[in-house]
């Protein structure tokens, strides 16, 4: 029974196959011409003749009907994960005649939606017609599909006759990313250089010694930075520019994409990967992504697109995890006592029953999968 089914359908695309009303029209033509040869009636041969031709002409209509049709499909906007994609396809009609009663199929990935269908009464020669529909995402990913089929039973409806034609699509849902007012995982970072920022704030304070360049005075300068012995011989004033020496701001946040993390948990560490990415990128922070495939990438688009098609258990095909404090993001226990002196941690856990072994420099947070993430990435960090 399958077997029957592909070779329909195979018969279909290649050819035409009759439709429940054309099986009909051919039994009862079947019938005339069987009942034809047993009496010798020139009107059963007629008949059955007239019903032949029927058949043969409404299976090369339809064959035509779907000849010089062309199918054209704009950039999918990428949208966050609960978003609704817009896919938005054009079918062209460059012949001059229309074409009637068609029936257009664009095959999605079962993973995002049953394929969408429109049917299409006509589309006039020389013109195309628009197809706009909105697709509902659940979870992010990239998703790839290129094929839309076009079917037609025109003009009796006893043939049914389809054909592919090859438009690739990208989708890019994004995961969402969590408003935080605040997340003491962010903000504590930097505090350990609290005596370096306070350095700086006494040298620039200074008016000797961290002299870099000289130039004009201008309006609104202060005098204590005039240099008045180069002033005195150049008959100008002179204002120093000094030296500033910046605290180190910026952070690295790694997804331990490596490991073979139970699905939730993966889903959950991407969420919160992209809230503390995008966080810290509004409190102007120098911040990067690190995964086991990618390395370290920046950028609010690059780093989205990354975090969109990021797995779990990606071989590490990029450079090794960087000697520095980061943020890490994992499930797996044995890599939090290798972590660099005041790095954080986010650690996803079902309970919060154990606590992970750690140095007294490192802080971080429990992620129980339990409760909801956003108050999590708020809540004050753990010390052990």
């Not at 008949?47 to 000849?67: C, D, E, P, T």
């Not at 076009?150 to 054909?163: V, Y």
């Not at 010694?209 to 004009?216: A, K, M, N």
């Not at 011989?233 to 690295?252: A, C, M, N, P, Y």
């Amino acid at each position: 029974m399958k077997s029957l089914s592909h070779f329909i359908h195979w018969l279909e695309t290649h050819w035409a196959t009759p439709s429940y009303s054309g099986w009909v029209l051919i039994g009862i033509g079947l019938c005339f011409f069987g009942a034809a040869t047993n009496t010798m009636a020139g009107w059963l041969y007629v008949l059955s003749g007239i019903m032949a031709a029927l058949l043969i002409v409404s299976a090369w209509s339809a064959m035509r009907s779907l000849n010089h049709l062309q199918v054209q499909r704009l950039p999918i906007t990428p949208v966050s994960a609960g978003d609704d994609l817009i896919i938005d396809l054009e079918i062209q009609n460059k012949t001059p005649k229309a074409k009637l009663l068609l029936e257009i199929r664009d095959i999605l990935p079962y993973v995002l939606q049953k394929p969408q269908t429109i049917a299409i009464e006509a589309i006039p020669p020389q013109t195309s017609q628009k197809w706009v529909y909105y697709l509902p995402t659940q979870r992010r990913g990239i998703y790839h599909w290129e094929e839309v089929e076009l079917r037609t039973g025109n003009p009796f409806g006893l043939f049914w006759c389809s054909r592919t034609r090859i438009v690739p699509a990208k989708a890019i849902v994004y995961p969402q990313v969590l408003p935080l007012p605040q997340c003491p995982l962010i903000d504590s970072i930097g505090q350990e250089d609290s005596t370096r920022l306070q350095s700086n704030h006494r040298y620039s304070k200074a008016t000797e010694g961290v002299t870099r360049t000289l130039r004009s005075y201008r309006y609104g300068d202060p005098t204590r930075l005039i240099h008045w012995r180069t002033s005195a011989r150049l008959g100008d004033f002179k204002v120093r520019e000094l030296e500033v020496i910046t605290g180190s701001q910026d952070i690295i946040i790694c997804l331990d994409s490596s490991f073979a993390w139970e699905k939730e948990s993966f889903e959950q560490a991407v969420i919160a990967a992209a809230s503390l990415y995008f966080y810290a990128s509004k409190s102007q922070m120098n911040v990067q992504l690190w995964t086991a495939k990618t390395g370290i990438v920046a950028g609010n688009r690059v780093v989205l697109e990354t975090l969109a098609g990021v797995e779990t258990e990606e071989s590490l095909v990029s450079a090794p995890l960087p000697d520095t404090p980061l943020i890490w993001l994992t499930q797996n226990l044995a890599t939090l006592e290798s972590l660099h002196a005041y790095s954080r941690w986010l650690f996803f856990s079902h309970s919060q029953t154990s606590s992970p072994p750690m140095r007294e420099e490192s802080l971080g947070i429990v992620i129980n999968l339990n409760e909801s993430l956003a108050p999590q990435l708020q809540q004050p960090l753990k010390q052990v």
